[in-house]
């Protein structure tokens, strides 16, 4: 009898449920979950290959130690005694673990409890700090908490859809189906798409706004000023709950309109048409991603969108707010859970001394961290100057996907310890391990993960784990309980799910947004059949608000907003406006005189190291690109589908030249997708400078000066 199992996407953070269904000769088919909220029954092209990605070429089987195939006990001694060691030695900041929103929620638990509760550290960063690390930075400054405020279903509601920096066909394309399905079924709706490329998503467009590369905040602010002068404004919601707004304006309108022009790169009528659109229409939901997060200003960029959604109320009610898209499947969940190196966990602020009090509490920790730790450009510096002496590096690839990649790779080749935990045996990183071990993969795992609109959904197991590969958590609790820590006794996912629901709820009067209580206290059973919820769930009610709705797809639920009647998270109960100021933006010299993009495309994800294998999605664009305006190609003598050479103080790349009029001149789209292993000298990110938000940390992965020549 075929097996049937309800599980979740392992790629982007629409988080869509998928069934998995197992044959008799164990052939393995997926399709759409027609009773999950976030895509009822609808799969991209990536979600659907998924069976194609999971046979066991390239897998890593067994533990090795410099190579060699070793058994379990002794690779996770040698891990304990070499962490244990370099603790003794340097103190617990020269031990870092470096992590992924590849990894389930239970998974990350294991690791920020380790590092920050018993190690003492707060050396744990994650690939996330490269996804979304300047929405959390301004949700924080202007909300108080790191809390989205609204649903999927207000993309699907509202009467003007913004996108900004976020291509949302290819990269959240379930989403991108729902919002299309709405939009033709009430041609009325706008959608605005603000991106330097005329994208697959500008496709829907009523407008598309060809902005220069971080001219966001100069965009955002303009509409502020403009919004200010209009009946736009809430002037009830402006005194009732929030504080900051005549010094944000004053910032916002002191730029004419003619410095809005230059430093936006758009024209008069465009920025009129998108200032009008938004001063009309009440309800609008602005989604923002990588275009606006990867950014050396990306945390103000999100302040400039939540002063425009404070300043009209518009927030936390059906079809509008402010909505960050999360790159990952669990960029979310590893939030909730404390993964980054500057929050602590279940949402409590690693600066504030009750919180690290209640946390230590709890977890009966011998020590807690004190301050934050070095985020994913600093801890790999720390790497290189040798001051982290162990590293462990679990379900991502940093030597292709870090800024500076090149540096990066020999960071990690003279750290004198490194374990990498990981499915593939040769990965661009993996081949520096001294000692890897094998994880589980998608259809092996079990735990949850958490989408964009905090909806928590179940990744079930429906293989068998192949050979020796094990739980991400239960090597983290091996190593803890061989390093001489108590409380790392797991015996299965569902008692760190409890664990963590538990903190959540944990001396939780309301204060504190992220709460899963009533989840407390699940039994094995209940945990296995666990349906997607949102949070809150608190055991004692619904703090949010809370409208009756049918979710968008006819499913009953209740679709659960924050910030409507305000309740923010900082101590007098008001968002705050945050008066930034744009940056200076044209990074090109006449040596690099291009703006280099990078980006996802449609059929690949991260690294390739899962989506690689399908033959069908490699159809798609079999090999690395970079998308030309017709008047640079000839400008610089290169044809369609000539080899180009483009280079930057940090590295070169070698990759094919796509010229399209969908490109803005000057700019260069390359996809972050291709490495050594299946393009040589692809490697994009070795192009990109570590240059950070000084906020939020995160890379800079967009606006970097190149220059562009015949190969
Ligand atoms: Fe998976 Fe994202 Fe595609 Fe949904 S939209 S199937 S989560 S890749």
């Known amino acids: 009898m075929p097996i049937e199992t309800k599980t979740t996407c392992p790629y982007c953070g629409v988080g869509c449920g998928v069934i998995a269904r197992v044959d008799d000769d164990g052939a393995v088919s997926v399709k759409g979950d027609p009773d999950h909220p976030a895509n009822f029954g609808r799969l ?135 919002l299309a399905a709405a939009k033709a079924a009430r041609p009325g709706m706008k959608v605005v798409v603000i991106d330097p490329r005329r994208t697959m998503t500008a496709d829907i467009a009523d407008l598309h706004l060809a902005i220069r590369p971080d001219g966001d905040v100069a965009l955002f602010n303009g509409l502020l000023a403009h919004l200010a002068k209009s009946t736009a404004i809430d002037e009830n919601y402006l005194a009732m709950h929030t504080q900051g707004f005549a010094e944000a304006f004053a910032t916002a309108s002191s730029m004419t309109f003619t410095e809005l022009m230059d430093r936006t790169g758009l024209g008069a009528s465009g920025l009129r048409q998108f200032f009008g659109l938004f001063e009309r229409t009440e309800k609008v939901v602005t989604c923002y991603s990588q275009g606006v997060n990867q950014s050396s200003s990306g945390t103000d960029k999100v302040n400039a969108i939540l002063n425009c959604h404070l300043a009209t109320g518009r927030i936390g009610r059906p079809g509008m707010g402010p909505f960050s898209l999360t790159g990952q499947p669990n960029a979310m969940g590893g939030r909730e859970v404390g993964g980054l190196a500057n929050m602590l966990a279940a949402h409590m602020a690693i600066e504030c001394a009750a919180d690290r009090n209640r946390v230590q509490r709890f977890w009966a920790s011998p020590r807690i961290a004190v301050r934050p730790g070095l985020k994913a450009v600093d801890l790999f510096d720390a790497v290189a100057d040798g001051r982290i002496k162990a590293l462990w590096i679990m379900a991502t690839n940093p030597v292709v996907s870090m800024p500076d990649a090149a540096a990066v790779e020999a960071a990690i080749k003279a750290c004198p310890f490194v374990v990498v935990s990981d499915v593939l045996k040769t990965t661009d990183t993996a081949r520096h391990a001294h000692v890897l071990l094998p994880s589980l993969g998608w259809g092996e795992k079990d735990g949850t993960v958490t989408n964009s609109e905090r909806r928590i959904s179940r990744q079930r197991p429906f293989l068998r784990a192949p050979c020796e590969a094990r739980a991400d958590w239960w090597q983290l609790s091996e190593v803890a309980r061989r390093m001489g820590f108590a409380g790392f006794g797991y015996a299965a996912p569902a008692e760190i799910f409890d664990e963590h629901a538990e903190l959540s709820a944990f001396e939780n009067n309301g204060s504190r947004d992220f709460d899963i209580g009533a989840y407390v206290g699940l039994d094995r059973e209940s945990y296995r059949t666990l349906p997607p919820f949102q949070w809150p769930a608190p055991a004692n009610g619904i703090k949010a608000s809370a409208s009756n709705t049918t979710g968008g797809g006819g499913k009953e639920e209740k679709a659960r907003r924050f910030f409507a009647d305000g309740g923010f998270y900082h101590p007098d109960g008001r968002a705050r406006f945050v008066a930034v100021t744009p940056a200076q933006t ?103 400078p570590p240059l950070t938000d000084k906020v939020s940390g995160q890379p800079a992965s967009k606006n970097v000066a190149v220059s562009a020549q015949p190969f």
Request: hydrophobic share 40%.
């Open 586 to 688: 044209d990074r090109t010299s006449t040596d690099y005189p291009f703006t280099l993009n990078t980006g996802r495309i449609r059929d690949q994800w991260h690294t390739m190291t899962r989506t690689g294998k399908s033959a069908r999605l490699s159809a798609h664009i079999a090999e690395p690109f970079a998308e030309l305006h017709p008047r640079d190609a000839i400008e610089i003598g290169v044809g369609n589908a000539a080899l180009v050479e483009l280079k930057s103080p940090h590295g070169k790349t070698i990759v094919r030249a796509l010229i399209t009029d969908r490109q803005t001149r000057s700019n260069i789209f390359v996809p972050m997708h291709w490495n050594d292993q299946f393009a040589s000298r692809a490697r994009i990110d070795t192009l990109v």
């Open 44 to 178: 991209c092209s990536k979600g659907s290959a998924l069976a194609e990605t999971i046979d066991l070429d390239g897998r890593l089987l067994h533990p090795e130690i410099d190579g060699r195939q070793a058994g379990w006990d002794e690779a996770l001694d040698l891990v304990a005694q070499r962490f244990s060691g370099a603790i003794a030695e340097h103190g617990p900041d020269a031990v870092a673990f470096y992590v992924s929103g590849q990894l389930l929620t239970e998974d990350y638990y294991v690791a920020n409890k380790l590092m920050k509760g018993f190690i003492g550290s707060a050396n744990i960063d994650t690939n996330s700090r490269l996804c979304m690390s300047s929405s959390v930075a301004g949700h924080r400054r202007a909300f108080g908490s790191d809390t989205v405020p609204g649903t999927y279903e207000d993309l699907e509601l509202a009467d003007l859809v913004v996108l900004a920096g976020s291509n949302l066909a290819w990269c959240h394309p379930v989403l991108y189906q729902r």
